[in-house]
Structures are given as C-alpha cells and as structure tokens.
C-alpha cells in the first residue's frame, strides 16, 4: 500500500468516525474557525483534521493570507493610502521566495 493510499484510508476513517470531520466540513466552518467562534471540541476537530490533511493546511494558508490581503486591502483604502502596510508588502515578497510548496508542515 502507497503511503498515498494510507494517509487516504486514515483521513476517511477518521471523517467517519464520531470525532473526525471532512474536507468539506472544514470548508465550511473555516471562517468561523480563524475568527475564533468555535467552541474547543470544534475547534480540536479542524486542528486533527489539518494536521493530517496536506490539502486543508494548504487551504488554510491560503485563506489566511486571502483574508489578510483584503483585510489590509479595506483598511488601506479606509486611510485613502495608495501603499501597501510594510507587512503586508513583506508578506508577499516572503510567500513569493519560498514558493507555494515550502514544505512546512
Ligand atoms: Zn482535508
């Protein structure tokens, strides 16, 4: 069996299974998640679930930083700058230099 193969017989095991969840119930509470609405039973579910899944931490990332970008995207035209915040701007060059598969997980 490829290691493919089992991390995809655990992972839906473990959406079945009373504590698990899925990709699609991640999906779904992810903004609830990163804006800490969740209770800790709901919020353990996402962690187990990220830590095993390679495409949620990914998607994750990803939300975050989208999140971010608007945030800062909405904020900056609040003040009428036309720059983007230093850390924002750092950020992108960042993700830019390590790629979209650094590897840290
Ligand atoms: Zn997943």
């Given at each position: 069996?490829?290691?493919?193969?089992?991390?995809?017989?655990?992972?839906?095991?473990?959406?079945?299974?009373?504590?698990?969840?899925?990709?699609?119930?991640?999906?779904?509470r992810?903004?609830?998640?990163l804006?800490?609405?969740?209770?800790?039973?709901?919020?353990?579910?996402?962690?187990?679930?990220?830590?095993?899944?390679?495409?949620?931490?990914?998607?994750?990332?990803?939300?975050?930083?989208?999140?971010?970008?608007?945030?800062a995207?909405?904020?900056?035209?609040a003040?009428?700058?036309?720059?983007?915040?230093?850390?924002i701007?750092?950020?992108?060059?960042?993700?830019k230099?390590?790629?979209?598969?650094?590897?840290?997980?």
């Amino acid at each position: 069996m490829s290691k493919v193969k089992v991390m995809r017989t655990i992972k839906s095991a473990v959406a079945k299974s009373p504590i698990g969840l899925s990709c699609c119930d991640l999906e779904e509470r992810v903004d609830a998640y990163l804006e800490n609405e969740l209770g800790w039973p709901a919020k353990m579910k996402i962690r187990m679930h990220a830590a095993m899944c390679r495409d949620c931490t990914s998607y994750l990332r990803a939300y975050t930083a989208t999140r971010d970008l608007v945030r800062a995207a909405i904020r900056t035209e609040a003040e009428g700058a036309d720059t983007l915040p230093d850390d924002i701007a750092r950020k992108i060059l960042e993700r830019k230099k390590s790629g979209p598969e650094d590897g840290a997980a």
